[in-house]
């Protein structure tokens, strides 16, 4: 399947910028883009953010010298559709296939879909995607042959390079694809998946748990042994290829530095998806025991330490100050989420949620406000912290604005260009942002209150993490300047409770604009 062409404009724009070969960021003030996404990583995880048991200095540099955000929302309280949104502007719940992938899933983004990446492109920029992916590869879901070029990739989708895992670490197949094909891969190891049935004589950790001598888990994850960790799904082979978790972290940095530094000559945008703090936790030896939180604590100072590299790069190569960074997350926080990390015993005093109700996959605002700073030198020249209510569904729009590239008519439905949030020159708040839970409940807020719609869902997650989910038969409404979520309010004020479903009524139906 071959990708649509968008770009008149960026014909023009690539000639104007090669026209000055050697010599193109004089005649160009196009910044690079960097995202850097950390996976569940929650708005209390962060030094800056008040975390007090672990250090995030390079995270506290991004923040002390831009805007750090204080209401910043994803979309959505579990990866896949988080990353969705992100990547083509549009609510993953208009979008049917778009939950938890696994990672043997079909790509979910369609190449004649626009993206992120074919935005950046059609203004001339160099695209890269770094880690966590978990939006689907090949035409279709569990036909792919992994042993060869993948029939649909990300150069299908407006990355000219990728570096990625396919879905997330707990998930086989555990190898990294580099530009569609399996990397490292060893011949004499051919790789099978299926996410339906194990491989004949292969191991699981439900069956073989002497092998597990890296993680057990908690719940779930007791299907194939990779390293010493059972996984969600079923592998077999992969020899070589196969990752260590111990070095995940250091493998994708070193590929994102390389593109740094292959394309320093030229705008590129990076979208750099860690698999910090998502589970497994399992750092690397350097960054163990140096804070009071055990595994997942050495997650987010590696997690800091990546940032800490990419930083190190643009200031060697000279690239920090025309470099815009997004630092955020694709959902909150979950403290056990499938392996005995004793990451529940070992808090110490810590909240990842930094004291909001709810985590990962609740419709209370722990699920999706995330920590989000934005870093260019050559534009922010006043650092600050905002309470701008902000929505990661609007960053494809925003940046579209900055580089001049055109949104085709129908494309990212839902993203809007508020690019004067990001650079701390407009204090107008989005006049409602819209969450999604893990079971699709939809939540509307605006700056001052919130409503989280009726449904039939159960209080608590059933299947493991001790996380309140924010489900109630009857809608519920916060008055987010006094309390935040602790009192429904939707008895006293259902003129307001009325009000905040027509919004969350037409925004399904798109029959508002936003101004
Ligand atoms: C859940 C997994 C959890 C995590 C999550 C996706 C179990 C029991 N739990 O189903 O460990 O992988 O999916 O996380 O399997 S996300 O951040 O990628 O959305
Ligand atoms: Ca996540």
């Not at 992969?238 to 994102?256: C, M, Q, V």
């Not at 990546?306 to 930083?311: I, N, R």
């Not at 006293?492 to 508002?512: A, D």
């Amino acid at each position: 399947m071959k990708k649509k062409h968008y770009g008149i404009l960026s014909l023009a724009l690539a000639s104007c910028l090669t026209t000055h070969a050697g010599n193109k960021r004089q005649y160009t003030d196009k910044p690079n883009v960097i995202f850097i996404y950390a996976d569940d990583l929650g708005y209390g995880d962060l030094e800056c953010y008040g975390a007090k048991n672990v250090q995030t200095p390079n995270v506290n540099r991004l923040a002390s010298e831009g805007i750090r955000f204080t209401n910043a929302h994803a979309t959505a309280a579990t990866s896949t559709p988080s990353r969705y949104s992100l990547l083509t502007g549009e609510y993953a719940w208009r979008k049917p296939g778009t939950d938890v992938a696994a990672g043997n899933a079909g790509m979910i983004i369609r190449p004649e879909q626009y993206t992120m990446a074919d935005m950046f492109k059609s203004s001339g920029y160099t695209t890269g995607a770094f880690g966590k992916w978990h939006l689907g590869l090949g035409d279709k879901t569990a036909q792919q042959d992994w042993n060869a070029p993948l029939s649909a990739s990300l150069s299908d989708l407006g990355f000219d390079y990728s570096y990625i895992m396919a879905a997330t670490a707990d998930r086989v197949p555990c190898v990294f694809i580099e530009n569609g094909q399996v990397a490292n891969y060893d011949p004499s190891a051919p790789i099978e998946v299926s996410y339906i049935k194990n491989f004949p004589g292969e191991p699981t950790g439900k069956d073989n748990p002497e092998l597990l001598y890296n993680l057990k888990p908690s719940h779930g994850h007791d299907m194939s042994i990779v390293n010493g960790i059972s996984r969600i799904g079923y592998m077999k082979g992969g020899g070589k290829a196969l990752w260590k978790d111990e070095n995940i972290a250091d493998s994708i940095t070193a590929h994102a530095i390389n593109f740094i530094k292959q394309h320093k000559d030229e705008p590129f945008f990076m979208y750099f998806a860690t698999n910090d703090v998502h589970v497994p936790r399992f750092p690397h030896d350097r960054f163990r025991g140096k804070n009071k939180m055990g595994l997942r604590g050495d997650a987010i100072a590696q997690f800091d330490w990546s940032v800490g590299q990419l930083l190190e790069t643009l200031d060697k190569m000279g690239l920090t100050q025309n470099t815009l960074i997004i630092l955020s997350s694709d959902n909150g926080p979950v403290v056990d989420d499938g392996y005995d990390d004793q990451a529940e015993e070992l808090l110490n005093g810590h909240e990842p949620t930094g004291g909001l109700r709810g985590g990962k996959y609740s419709a209370f605002e722990g699920g999706t406000r995330i920590p989000a700073i934005v870093h260019w030198p050559q534009a922010i020249q006043k650092p600050e912290v905002s309470d701008v209510l902000i929505s990661q569904i609007d960053w494809l729009a925003s940046l579209a604005s900055l580089v001049d590239a055109r949104i085709p008519k129908g494309s990212a439905p839902d993203s809007y260009n508020r690019l004067g949030n990001l650079l701390g020159q407009d204090k107008t708040d989005r006049p409602w942002v819209i969450e999604q839970a893990s079971n699709h409940t939809l939540s509307v807020r605006t700056k001052e209150w919130k409503l989280i719609e009726g449904n039939d869902g159960p209080e608590m997650i059933t299947w493991g993490p001790k996380i309140e989910t924010g489900n109630s038969q009857t809608p519920l409404l916060y008055d987010m300047r006094q309390a935040g979520e602790k009192e429904d309010l939707a008895t006293q004020y259902p003129e307001k409770v009325f009000e905040l479903q027509r919004i969350l009524r037409n925004v399904r139906n798109k029959t508002i604009q936003m101004k």
